[in-house]
C-alpha cells in the first residue's frame, strides 16, 4: 500500500544524519566541569573520538592558557590547522563567542580561515545576559562569509530569528555555497522552547530546501533529539549544550553524547553521515588537509 499524499512530510528528508559536535562552549568553567575540553591537546582527542563516534562537524569555542574563552585569532588560526591535520571533520568556528565579546572581535573570527561558522540571527536573552546580534552586525558578518569563501550556518534561538534569516536571504541573497542550513538552538533560558511543538512550527517557517539540525540545552536535550529526527532533521549535541548525561550523572565525554546521538539516528534509519557526505550537503568544498 502507498502512504496517502496528504500524510507525507512537507520537510525535506535526507536518508542520513549529520551530527555536529559543540563539544567545549563559552559557559561551562573547567573547574566545575573537568571532562570539558579546553587545551588544544584535549579539544584534538575530543574531535578525533567525536569523529569516530559519528560526528561530521564540529563547532569551535577556545580557550585561553586560563581556560577562559578567547577569540584570539592566532589561537584560532592554530586550533583550525590542527583540526584538520588530525580528523576529516569540517571545521565551524564560532562568531558567537561569549556574550564578553566585541563585534569586532567575534568578525575577524573568519580571519582562521574555517570552512564554516556559526551565524546568528538576532539578540536573545540567554540566561542572565544578554547575546547581542543587531542586524547591521549579522548583515556585516554574512557578507564577509561570502566574501571570504566561509559557509554560515544559521543559529536559530527564537521564532523572529527565522524571520531575520528571511530578510537576509531576501537582501544578500544565497550563503557560499548555495545552500541554506540552519541550528535550531532550543530550550536557553530567554530563546525558544525546547520541545515538539515549537520545533515543528520553526521548522515549517525555515527557507524552502534549506536543511537543519536541532539541539536542545540541558534537560531538553533528549526531547529535542526525539523530535529533530522524527521531523526529518539534523543533530547537534555536546557539552556546550548539555553536560549532564542523565538525571544526576554528569557528561564523562563528547564521545558519549555524539555515540547516544548517532544510536538514535540509526534507529530511525537515518544512520550518521561522514564528513563527505556532509561536504555535499553543505557545499563545503574540502580544503585539503
Ligand atoms: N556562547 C553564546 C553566547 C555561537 O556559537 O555562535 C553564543 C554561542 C553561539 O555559542
Ligand atoms: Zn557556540
Request: charged share 20%; glycine share 10%.
Amino acid at each position: 500500500m502507498t502512504a496517502d499524499p496528504s500524510t507525507r512530510p512537507a520537510a525535506r528528508q535526507d536518508p542520513a544524519t549529520l551530527i555536529t559536535v559543540a563539544p567545549t562552549g563559552a559557559e561551562s568553567e573547567k573547574s566545575a566541569v573537568p571532562a570539558l575540553p579546553v587545551t588544544l591537546d584535549e579539544l584534538v582527542t575530543t574531535a578525533k573520538e567525536c569523529r569516530e563516534a559519528g560526528a561530521s562537524i564540529i563547532h569551535v569555542h577556545i580557550r585561553d592558557a586560563g581556560a577562559r574563552p578567547t577569540l584570539d585569532i592566532g589561537r584560532l588560526t592554530d586550533t583550525v590547522h590542527a583540526l584538520r591535520e588530525a580528523t576529516d571533520l569540517i571545521v565551524q568556528l564560532s562568531t558567537g563567542g561569549a556574550v564578553t565579546d566585541s563585534f569586532d572581535a567575534r568578525l575577524a573570527v573568519l580571519d582562521a580561515g574555517p570552512d564554516g561558522c556559526s551565524l546568528t540571527c538576532g539578540t536573545v536573552n540567554f540566561g542572565d545576559d544578554v547575546f547581542m546580534n543587531p542586524w547591521p552586525f549579522m548583515c556585516e558578518l554574512y557578507v564577509r562569509t561570502q566574501e571570504r569563501g566561509v559557509v554560515p550556518e544559521f543559529e536559530l534561538f527564537d521564532l523572529g530569528h527565522v524571520a531575520a534569516l528571511h530578510r537576509l536571504l531576501d537582501k544578500f541573497g544565497p550563503p557560499h555555497g548555495g545552500h541554506v542550513h540552519c541550528d535550531l538552538v532550543m530550550g536557553v533560558p530567554g530563546g525558544m522552547a525546547g520541545n515538539a511543538a515549537t520545533l515543528v512550527q520553526a521548522v515549517s517557517a525555515l527557507p524552502d530546501g534549506a536543511t537543519w539540525s536541532a539541539t536542545g540545552v540541558g534537560r531538553t536535550s533528549l526531547p529535542v533529539m526525539f523530535a529533530a529526527l522524527a521531523a526529518g532533521g539534523h543533530l547537534r549535541v555536546g557539552m556546550e549544550d548539555t553536560i549532564t548525561f542523565s538525571r544526576g550523572r554528569p557528561v564523562a565525554s563528547n564521545a558519549e553524547l555524539v555515540a547516544r546521538a548517532a544510536a538514535l539516528a540509526e534507529l530511525a534509519q537515518r544512520p550518521a553521515m561522514v564528513p563527505e557526505q556532509a561536504r555535499v550537503l553543505l557545499g563545503i568544498a574540502d580544503r585539503g588537509r
